[in-house]
């Protein structure tokens, strides 16, 4: 069983639909980050965060440490949030991976 | 600032040849690492660095080497190239830990025939 889950593996939404992806993981972490890696290959940051709630733009993300539980949620889908968005934990020093949920947001 | 440079972007390579994936960072991060991604599985670490002078082996280390001589560097080495080694390489750099927010590099597509 892989240590940080991700679901759903794909997912496609209507420009304008509120979209969840889900990430849980079972081991001590320090920091759950998002990251979001665009067809073009390149893999940025969205979110850092250890406790609660963070919010940018249309961009939200909870964790949950006591369930071991994070959400992803975008709020007012877009074509251009068509992307994969990866969580990923961090346990001591390193960084370990989910394996991506894939997202197509159609006009 | 450029942020996380990798060289080259593209690159084949025959089976027993051997290559350097290059990596700079210029944001005076003391945390470089160098992962692999592969279809249909998680970005998995190679080796990682804490600082100049310190590396140390991720989860798939085998047939790679890594130096860190400055701060700034942290170059990726194929000893004998083989074709389980196709795979897209991203270096990463944060300013201490895994815990800081990840920079990362626009990738190198490597193919061994």
């Known amino acids: 069983k892989n240590e940080v889950e991700q679901s759903p593996q794909n997912l496609t939404a209507q420009e304008g639909e509120f979209i969840t992806i889900n990430c849980s993981y079972s081991?001590?972490?320090?920091?759950l980050h998002w990251l979001q890696q665009h067809p073009g290959g390149g893999i940025v940051s969205l979110f850092m965060?250890?406790?609660g709630k963070k919010k940018h733009g249309r961009l939200i993300a909870t964790i949950n440490i006591q369930e071991k539980h994070s959400s992803l949620h975008i709020t007012a889908s877009h074509p251009r949030d068509s992307a994969v968005y990866i969580c990923?934990?961090?346990?001591?020093?390193?960084?370990?991976f989910g394996t991506g949920t894939r997202l197509q947001v159609f006009p | 600032n450029a942020g996380v440079t990798q060289t080259p972007k593209f690159q084949v390579l025959k089976t027993g040849q051997s290559m350097t994936l290059q990596c700079a960072q210029d944001?005076?991060?003391?945390?470089m690492s160098w992962y692999r991604q592969d279809p249909g599985m998680g970005l998995r670490l190679i080796h990682y660095?804490?600082?100049?002078?310190?590396?140390d082996q991720g989860e798939v280390p085998n047939g790679y080497n890594v130096s860190r001589s400055t701060t700034e560097d942290f170059p990726l080495r194929l000893l004998s190239a083989a074709p389980s080694q196709t795979s897209v390489y991203f270096c990463?750099?944060?300013?201490?830990?895994?815990?800081?927010?990840?920079?990362f590099g626009p990738g190198t597509r490597l193919t061994v025939t």
């Open positions: 965060l250890s406790s």
């Open positions: 944001m005076n991060h003391e945390y």
């Open positions: 990923a934990v961090s346990n001591t020093d390193k960084l370990i």
């Open positions: 660095s804490v600082g100049a002078g310190i590396t």
């Open positions: 990463a750099s944060s300013y201490l830990t895994g815990v800081d927010e990840q920079y």
């Open positions: 081991v001590g972490i320090s920091a």
